[in-house]
C-alpha cells in the first residue's frame, strides 16, 4: 500500500496539469497546496519502514525526485546583493487592522525601495500616508492598493480588472512608473478576488477572471521592465494565475507563505517580474493584518 501510494503522489506532483479543473477546479485546489505534498512522502516514509517494505521504499524515489525537481531550488540558499538589486515589500494590510502606524513602521524597517499594499481604507489610509511620509516621499494610490516607493513615480492610473459579475464599487489595480537609478520600471500593484473551498471545490471563477484582465494589461506594457506586486489570491503554481505566471518571472528560492497569518499554508502574496529575475522572497514579521508581509529581492538586467 505505501507503494501504490507514492506512486499516485509521484503522479499528482509530475502531473497536476493532468487533474481536471472542470468539476470544482479541483487542478487548482490540488496546485494551490502542492508543496504540501512532501508531507505525505514523509509520512509514506514512516509507513515503508515500519512495515520494512523494500519496495515502498524504491517507489518512494519517485515522489522525492518530482518533489526536489518542483521545489527543490527554492530551498537553495539566496544569492547576495548586487548593485542593480531592487527590495520591494508587498503587504495586504487588511481593512481590519487596528495598527496601521506600527505596521507601516515595520514595513519600512525592512527598507525596501518599494512597499505595495492593499486594503487601504479610510482612516487607516492618512495613517499610512503619514507613518511612511519621512522614508518614502512618493507614492500612489488608486481605489484600495497602493505604491510607496524611494524613487518618484509617475503616470500613475487605475487599472480595471474587475470581474462582471461583481456589481458593486469595486477599485482594486492601478499601474505607475517607477524612475529608478537603473531606468523606468512599470509597476502594477493588485488584488485580485478572494477565492474560496467549498464542499463542491474551488470557488476562484472571479479571481481567474481578474487574472486574465491582468493578464491582458501586461501584455500590453510597453515598457521593457515589469514588476507586479499583490495579493493574488492565489499560488505560483495554481493554474488560474497562468495569465501573469506565463508573462512573469516568479520567485526562484524561498516559500514564504503569507497566509493565514497564524498559521500560514500558502503563498498568495506575489511578487512578480519582467526582463528582470525575482532572486529570493521571504516572510517578515506578522503585524495586525491576516497576511504576513512578504519581501522580495529583483535583480534588474
Not at 505595495?116 to 482612516?123: F, G, K, R, Y
Request: net charge positive; no cysteine.
Amino acid at each position: 500500500m505505501p507503494a501504490a501510494f507514492a506512486v499516485l503522489t509521484a503522479a499528482l506532483l509530475a502531473f497536476h496539469r493532468a487533474v481536471p479543473n472542470s468539476a470544482g477546479r479541483l487542478g487548482s485546489l490540488l496546485e494551490a497546496f502542492l508543496p504540501w505534498l512532501g508531507l505525505v512522502v514523509v509520512v509514506l516514509l514512516g509507513l515503508a519502514l515500519l512495515r520494512r517494505s523494500a519496495a515502498a521504499l524504491v517507489a518512494l524515489l519517485l515522489p522525492v525526485a518530482a518533489w526536489t525537481y518542483l521545489f527543490g531550488g527554492l530551498l537553495l540558499p539566496g544569492a547576495k546583493s548586487g548593485p542593480h538589486d531592487l527590495v520591494v515589500v508587498q503587504h495586504n494590510v487588511s481593512d481590519e487592522n487596528t495598527d496601521p502606524v506600527g505596521t507601516a513602521r515595520a514595513l519600512a524597517g525592512a527598507g525596501p525601495d518599494l512597499i505595495a499594499l492593499q486594503e487601504l481604507v479610510p482612516p487607516a489610509l492618512s495613517a499610512y500616508e503619514r507613518a511612511l511620509a519621512s522614508d518614502y516621499p512618493y507614492h500612489a494610490v488608486r481605489g484600495t492598493v497602493g505604491l510607496w516607493s524611494k524613487h518618484p513615480l509617475t503616470d500613475a492610473r487605475l487599472l480595471d480588472i474587475k470581474p462582471q459579475g461583481i456589481a458593486v464599487p469595486w477599485s482594486r489595480g492601478m499601474r505607475t512608473v517607477v524612475h529608478t537609478p537603473r531606468g523606468e520600471i512599470a509597476a502594477y500593484v493588485a488584488h485580485l478576488p478572494s477565492v474560496r473551498i467549498r464542499a463542491s471545490g474551488l470557488a476562484s471563477s472571479w479571481r481567474d477572471e481578474s487574472a486574465g484582465l491582468l493578464g491582458k494589461a501586461l501584455a500590453a506594457e510597453q515598457l521593457k521592465t515589469v514588476v507586479l506586486l499583490g495579493d493574488l489570491n492565489g499560488t505560483v503554481d495554481d493554474r488560474g494565475l497562468a495569465p501573469l505566471t506565463s508573462r512573469m518571472n516568479v520567485a526562484r528560492r524561498g516559500f514564504a507563505f503569507s497566509f493565514p497569518a497564524g498559521f500560514p499554508l500558502a503563498r498568495i502574496d506575489q511578487v512578480m517580474a519582467r526582463s528582470a529575475a525575482v532572486a529570493d522572497i521571504r516572510t517578515l514579521p506578522a503585524t495586525g493584518s491576516d497576511h504576513l508581509p512578504v519581501a522580495a529581492r529583483i535583480t534588474l538586467r
